[in-house]
């Protein structure tokens, strides 16, 4: 069984940057397709982004796409979640998930990944 534990959240203005990490241990990493899911207050838990197990494949909502970048170090057991020119809808608790299986195709459903990180809190302030 994969744990996974999530760093780097945190508050920042609309249009700054942060970085989140989420690192894996207790089985082999790279068994593992990765996904991001994000759960704002009230609202359903949402696909952000998702990473294929060697890293050739990434993956994007559209409120997302061109701003998030997601990649993985194998080598380092960790995924990473880059955001960039941040918003105020952006805010919300970021979750990193494993679902098992060497596949290209990475789902986005959050029903499929048995494995989740404890969740970052990501602020943005207008």
């Known amino acids: 069984q994969l744990q996974l534990v999530e760093s780097g959240g945190g508050l920042v203005q609309a249009g700054g940057s942060l970085r989140l990490s989420c690192a894996g241990s207790g089985d082999s990493f790279s068994n593992y397709n990765m996904g991001w899911f994000r759960q704002a207050p009230g609202k359903e838990r949402e696909f952000v982004a998702g990473v294929s197990w060697d890293g050739g494949n990434t993956y994007y909502s559209d409120s997302v796409q061109d701003r998030f970048t997601t990649s993985r170090d194998n080598a380092k057991n960790t995924v990473f979640l880059q955001m960039n020119s941040l918003k105020p809808e952006d805010t919300a608790v970021y979750y990193c998930?494993?679902?098992?299986?060497?596949?290209?195709?990475?789902?986005?459903?959050?029903?499929?990944?048995?494995?989740w990180g404890q969740g970052a809190q990501v602020t943005v302030s207008s």
């Open positions: 998930a494993a679902r098992g299986g060497r596949s290209w195709w990475v789902s986005r459903r959050f029903d499929e990944y048995p494995n």
